[in-house]
């Protein structure tokens, strides 16, 4: 009885292995981002890199009590919607002047041309000040990238910092892994706030011209 079963058994095996095959020569899948909006097709034979640069990689609501994840232009339109009492609306090429008390630890701002959302991110070195550093709501792959200039004064003393935006799909948590600036804690206000004045370039040709 075992040897008259074990033929088939191969044969079956074989069977299944050929229509494996013959399935992996055509496949073509849906982007893992089809959930969040993307149509694209993705063939995973040939080295397709169109989901490391998908432009609808979800990203995350940057509030604590919020757990909305979508692509960074439905993200806009949740934020613009549910939370438009919790950031600061601005304009490109235009400062505009923020505080942030000083257990704050990041500030949403969105921009009123487009809807674009980017986070005032602060963090604390013991003796030293704060890092602040601005990221961009996008994927990390994004390649669009906007100057920044942060002016922080106390007294007679100013502080112009200029720097490009990265792009990170969410809020940054801990200490961050890419550039940040520093303002020394003298230029904090008597509560420890940071007073800022944030310019965000939406042309780089602009913000060159501003130094
Ligand atoms: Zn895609
Ligand atoms: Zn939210």
């Not at 990203?59 to 692509?71: E, G, K, R, V, Y």
């Not at 106390?154 to 550039?179: A, C, H, Q, W, Y």
Request: glycine content about 6%; proline content about 5%.
């Amino acid at each position: 009885m075992e040897e008259a079963n074990e033929p088939n058994f191969l044969k079956t095996k074989n069977l299944v292995c050929g229509n494996i095959e013959l399935v992996v020569d055509s496949v073509k899948t849906p982007c893992r981002n089809k959930e969040y909006g993307c149509t694209e097709t993705v063939d995973r034979l040939r080295n397709n890199d169109h989901e490391e640069t998908c432009s609808y990689q979800p990203c995350a609501c940057p509030l604590t009590n919020c757990n909305f994840i979508d692509s960074s232009e439905q993200l806009s339109l949740h934020f613009s919607s549910k939370h438009w009492d919790s950031g600061r609306v601005f304009r490109y090429n235009i400062p505009l002047s923020v505080s942030l008390a000083m257990d704050a630890q990041f500030l949403v701002l969105q921009a009123e041309e487009d809807g674009i959302l980017f986070i005032l991110n602060k963090g604390v070195v013991e003796t030293v000040g704060n890092t602040v550093m601005i990221t961009c709501i996008a994927p990390s792959s994004s390649k669009e990238k906007f100057l920044y200039d942060l002016v922080s004064g106390r007294g007679i003393s100013s502080l112009r910092l200029k720097s490009m935006t990265e792009n990170f799909p969410g809020r940054v948590e801990g200490f961050p892994p890419m550039d940040f600036l520093l303002v020394p804690f003298r230029f904090l206000g008597p509560s420890g706030e940071l007073n800022l004045e944030v310019c965000i370039w939406n042309s780089t040709e602009l913000g060159e011209d501003c130094q």
